[in-house]
């Protein structure tokens, strides 16, 4: 590997789906402002709206997750008068 081009905050990080609370870690260099603690180890904590998890195309299921009213907002903004 090539000297000094390389990320160095390069370390583990936990994603975790708040539609239905799946975490996975896995290696990331992404600024994070809060940790959470698995199995005795504290991780960077990253809260993802959706995942693969959650996401129709990977789960086959048509669900609609609506975070803080968004779709009614929309609705509500662009609904024929």
């Known amino acids: 590997m090539k000297k000094g081009i390389h990320p160095e905050n390069y370390r583990l990080v936990v994603f975790k789906d708040m539609s239905n609370d799946y975490t996975f870690i896995t ?13 005795g180890v504290t991780y960077p904590l990253v809260k993802l709206e959706i995942s693969n ?4 195309f ?9 975070t803080a009213g968004r779709v009614d907002k929309f ?3 662009y609904k024929k008068k």
Do not use: A, F, Q
Not at 27 to 39: A, L, Y
Not at 53 to 56: G, Q, Y
């Open 53 to 56: 998890t959650s996401h129709p």
């Open 58 to 66: 990977y789960t086959g299921k048509m669900k609609l997750v609506d």
């Open 27 to 39: 290696r990331s260099c992404v600024n994070t402002r809060e940790n959470i603690e698995i199995d």
């Open 75 to 77: 609705y509500s903004r």
